[in-house]
């Protein structure tokens, strides 16, 4: 497990400190183009590859050789990161909120549902108590047990930054091409291979931006009344031999369990939210819609929202959004009307008109008039 809090980064225990270490994305974040695709997880790797082409004399032969081992590499090295996905956790936890118990049973939905040797999880801790830690720990031995312990880093921070910061965090160590998953700390997964299956969906059908698990609770359906509500079924694209799946597009997924096309954060960079909770998953449906891209439910797998609600915390979270909904109303206009930019970065700073969009408006759409 690797632990990073504001100012150091340091490996296994929340508690073990090694000094004052600058904490800063991999290297491959930073470094070329060539580095980059060529082997994201070793770059010293890809670059003696280089120095041994250019090192080389003149003969065409050793030239050409060494460049099919380069493009073999590349091709072996986009195709891992194709399998792969970074899933990031705010976590919230405080004696007073008792959303410990939740965070736990989350993890161990993630370590029954999730293959854990695949893909990378970052658990970024905006608050947390003795219970949440002891959790972490215990489903770091889980981690360990299916002999990729590298794939949980553990984020802390010395104050509670918000949900949309908290995973921004998380997502700036995010690969060359690798999807990325926004889940809450209060739902718990009923079968594995979702993430997958997420995955095979938008490798199918590109055009989804934002794909999720759907909560029992929401309203979105095929006959709702109302045009926001209304929602359609599509198969994704099938060809003989693949795993028959199926979307409901929707014009917003809740942020419960959502999954990122990197090619939409290409446009929209991260995520935003006006304060300190809520909006972020509806403002990222919007900046989706007006990149070009669509959201979608996975249909199939059954998840349930844990958070019993009724107590001091859900008010607190009621009063945030409420605070923000003026602002959130505005830059929803703004968005539409393509006069505030769609693009964040992960600080939360706006970059003005960056919307790629046509001149044409973009307004809540059903499946068939988008088409």
């Known amino acids: 497990m690797l632990c990073i809090t504001d100012k150091t980064f340091h490996e296994n225990s929340p508690e073990s400190d090694r000094g004052d270490e600058t904490t800063k994305p991999p290297a491959e974040m930073v470094g070329g183009f060539f580095v980059a695709q060529m082997d994201l997880e070793n770059p010293k790797r890809a670059l003696h590859l280089q120095d041994e082409c250019h090192n080389r004399n ?80 215990d489903f770091n031995d889980t981690v360990l047990y299916a002999g990729r312990g590298d794939n949980l880093t553990v984020i802390r921070n010395a104050e509670n930054i918000g949900t949309a910061r908290a995973i921004n965090k998380a997502w700036a160590y995010r690969k060359y091409g690798e999807n990325a998953i926004k889940m809450d700390n209060d739902v718990v997964i009923h079968r594995s291979g979702w993430v997958e299956e997420m995955e095979e969906c938008i490798c199918r059908m590109p055009k989804i931006g934002i794909i999720g698990l759907k909560r029992k609770d929401l309203w979105e359906n095929p006959d709702h009344p109302e045009l926001q509500h209304r929602s359609t079924l599509k198969m994704v694209p099938h060809q003989l031999g693949q795993k028959n799946l199926y979307v409901e597009i929707v014009n917003h997924v809740m942020g419960t369990c959502q999954m990122y096309n990197s090619a939409l954060l290409d446009k929209i960079g991260y995520l935003y939210q006006p304060g300190l909770y809520g909006y972020d998953d509806s403002l990222a449906a919007i900046r989706c819609n007006m990149a070009g891209f669509l959201s979608c439910f996975l249909c199939g797998v059954e998840i349930d929202h844990i958070d019993p609600g009724g107590n001091d915390h859900t008010e607190w979270k009621r009063a945030k959004a409420g605070e923000d909904s003026a602002e959130y109303h505005r830059l929803k206009a703004g968005y539409m009307s393509r006069s505030i930019g769609i693009y964040y970065d992960a600080d939360g700073v706006q970059q003005q008109n960056t919307s790629t969009t046509t001149s044409e408006e973009r307004p809540l759409l059903t499946y068939e008039t988008r088409q």
């Open 58 to 137: 003149n003969d065409r032969r050793h030239v050409r050789a060494y460049l099919r081992r380069i493009r073999v590499e590349i091709q072996r090295q986009i195709q891992k990161i194709g399998n792969m996905a970074l899933l990031a956790m705010a976590v919230y936890d405080t004696v007073e909120n008792g959303r410990a118990g939740l965070t736990r049973r989350t993890l161990e939905s993630l370590a029954n549902t999730v293959d854990l040797s695949a893909h990378r999880i970052f658990l970024v801790i905006n608050a947390g108590t003795q219970e949440t830690m002891s959790a972490i720990m």
